[in-house]
């Protein structure tokens, strides 16, 4: 059986998204159907419409989602109908040799569903991050459903699918921030409030925000940044270190992810601190530094993949956290809208207007 849902489509390089039928399959073995409650609007889905991710045109976007499942197939027991889920895009498969060594959130094969959702004329759609949920119903692999608490509504949990992850896995999983550290947050959107939130969550006790917009370094002061950094005004990599008693920080994120932001973060770090990539780079971009600084500093520098979740172990803390009062998920949605708000949101999320427009259906 076909369901006929509306879904947002991009069909075309840089050209405004649309709403469009969509077909959408009963699921087969290993994946579900979920009935999408909530979706954020996150700057991956805009990469998608750009191009900047691959040129598989068309795509469905919309990847940041909680709802219901309505279905499964043959041989899931993760979840059945009407398990209140988080989706997510690391779906592990256990057993490549990330999952064998106990590693799972760096999962090499991670599960997507095998059957297509298409356009009404057949046209097989690319779903964003392997999900597609701006749309009523979606087809996941039955691995990308997280069940949480339902007690938590779906514009605030469905955050903790992308973006808020990510930031707060920089900071707790990749970073590995503890308490009595030092942090330095460079980029202050959702991500990177979701890494001060992070780094205040683990106990650090000098957060430092960093940003070109006054707005958004106040935003960070909402989420335990103890200090702000417009870096217009000052050099960045000064003041991270004037607040760290002349040392730098322990843990430096990049969320941005520019050869400029990066090299800040390097330089803005204490010997043998760390650095955190999560910000996503244009293909394009490069970097060069000096090999003898990259030695003779010390420490680590990481990329962050999706924060380095395990999505069946932190998606279902996290929500507790926020439910007992110590995650903030709420401030994060900065307006909700409907479907047919997408190509608005979008704008709005390119100028640096909203922390999360977050589509409801």
Not at 256 to 269: D, H, I, M, N, S
Request: hydrophobic share 45%; with cysteine.
């Amino acid at each position: 059986m076909m369901h006929e849902v509306r879904g947002v489509v991009a069909l075309e390089k840089g050209a405004p998204v649309s709403v469009e039928t969509v077909l959408v399959p009963d699921p087969g073995p290993g994946e579900a159907l979920v009935a999408v409650q909530a979706c954020g609007v996150c700057h991956t889905d805009l990469h998608f419409r750009e191009g900047a991710i691959t040129d598989e045109f068309p795509f469905l976007l919309g990847h940041e989602a909680a709802g219901i499942v309505e279905a499964v197939g043959d041989g899931v027991t993760e979840v059945e109908p009407g398990d209140y889920v988080i989706l997510n895009w690391r779906a592990v498969c256990g057993t490549c040799r990330a999952c064998r060594r106990g590693r799972p959130w760096y999962c090499f094969a991670t599960f997507n569903a095998q059957q297509k959702m298409t356009l009404e004329d057949g046209t097989p759609l690319v779903p964003a991050c392997g999900i597609g949920a701006f749309i009523d119903k979606t087809l996941v692999a039955a691995g990308q459903c997280t069940k949480v608490d339902p007690s938590v509504p779906p514009e605030v949990a469905g955050l903790l699918g992308c973006g808020v992850m990510a930031g707060l896995g920089a900071a707790i999983n990749t970073g590995e921030v503890t308490r009595g550290d030092s942090v330095a947050v460079i980029g202050c959107g959702g991500v990177g409030d979701a890494a001060i939130a992070g780094a205040a969550l683990a106990g650090a006790t000098t957060i430092i925000a960093v940003d070109i917009d006054d707005a958004k370094l106040a935003w960070a002061k909402d989420f335990g940044a103890t200090h702000t950094v417009n870096s217009r005004q000052s050099d960045p990599v000064e003041a991270i270190r004037a607040f760290t008693g002349g040392n730098g920080a322990d843990v430096v994120i990049d969320a941005v992810g520019r050869p400029e932001t990066y090299k800040q973060a390097f330089y803005a770090r204490d010997l043998a601190g760390t650095v955190v990539l999560v910000g996503v780079p244009d293909p394009t971009m490069t970097i060069e530094l000096p090999l003898l600084d990259i030695f003779g500093r010390g420490g680590r520098l990481k990329s962050s993949w999706y924060g380095d979740c395990l999505p069946s172990r932190d998606f279902p803390m996290l929500i507790e956290l926020h439910r007992q009062g110590r995650l903030p998920l709420e401030r994060f949605v900065t307006e909700t809208i409907g479907l047919n708000d997408v190509e608005a949101a979008f704008e709005k999320l390119h100028h640096g207007g909203v922390l999360r427009s977050v589509v409801l259906l």
